[in-house]
């Protein structure tokens, strides 16, 4: 499969816990881009990488959240003391980069539950 | 207000109806332009990219109008299968991706 795959498929913390979710872009793709979902709302911009470069970050991400794509290949998503209104759908996508208009693939995404 | 916004419906139509959905943005920085298609509990696919001289893939046709910051979807004949939410997407520049919270279609027999 050659697709974008995210680890874990769901996760399930308490209140306070950390979390760290991985994303395997489509090899040879430049770009990765971190959303995050809940019920109802469409995918929120959490960041976005430029091979390792992190080039954008929602002002909407709190200090809590943490991406990294250090070999500018798969990226994770850390989020340090988890809130129950961490809980949602985070999704990964990744596109090629050739050019400025280009399709973004997702990823099946990590469900997160926080108790 | 959202950057980008959608009537979020339901729209509950019959096979072989034709239905057309709207978004408008905020950011007249904005460069490129999506719609995107997504199935209950699956990940969002793109459906077409819009272009400012409108553009059409069979049954679906998008149009951009950057002076009204107004983008439009139409589904002709509608089938079973396009029952979905579908969320319109604005691109900035700089690569951040600013999705609506999508239209949800209803397409019945």
């Known amino acids: 499969d050659t697709g974008v795959s995210q680890n874990p498929r769901h996760k399930i913390t308490k209140r306070g816990q950390n979390v760290t979710f991985r994303c395997d872009p489509i090899?040879?793709?430049?770009?990765l881009y971190w959303y995050r979902q809940t019920l109802g709302q469409g995918p929120e911009f959490l960041t976005y990488?430029?091979?390792?470069?992190?080039?954008?970050k929602s002002r909407l991400l709190s200090d809590r959240f943490s991406a990294e794509r250090p070999k500018g290949s798969f990226s994770t998503l850390e989020i340090q003391r988890t809130e129950q209104g961490d809980s949602a759908m985070y999704l990964c996508?990744?596109?090629?980069?050739?050019?400025?208009?280009?399709?973004?693939?997702f990823g099946p995404g990590t469900r997160l539950t926080v108790l | 207000r959202k950057e980008v916004e959608q009537d979020p419906g339901p729209f509950n139509v019959p096979e072989g109806a034709t239905v057309a959905f709207n978004c408008t943005y905020s950011?007249?920085?904005?460069?490129?332009f999506f719609w995107y298609r997504q199935d209950c509990r699956k990940e969002p696919k793109l459906l077409m990219s819009?272009?400012?001289s409108g553009n059409e893939d069979g049954r679906f046709t998008a149009q951009l109008n950057r002076a009204s910051q107004y983008i439009s979807l139409l589904i002709r004949d509608s089938k079973l299968s396009d029952s979905a939410t579908y969320l319109c997407?604005?691109?900035?520049?700089?690569?951040?991706?600013?999705f609506g919270d999508g239209t949800t279609l209803t397409v019945k027999p």
């Open positions: 997407v604005v691109n900035t520049n700089a690569g951040k991706s600013t």
């Open positions: 819009v272009y400012s």
């Open positions: 950011n007249s920085a904005s460069q490129s």
């Open positions: 996508a990744s596109s090629s980069g050739d050019r400025v208009v280009d399709e973004q693939f």
């Open positions: 090899s040879e793709h430049n770009r």
């Open positions: 990488f430029q091979n390792e470069a992190q080039l954008e």
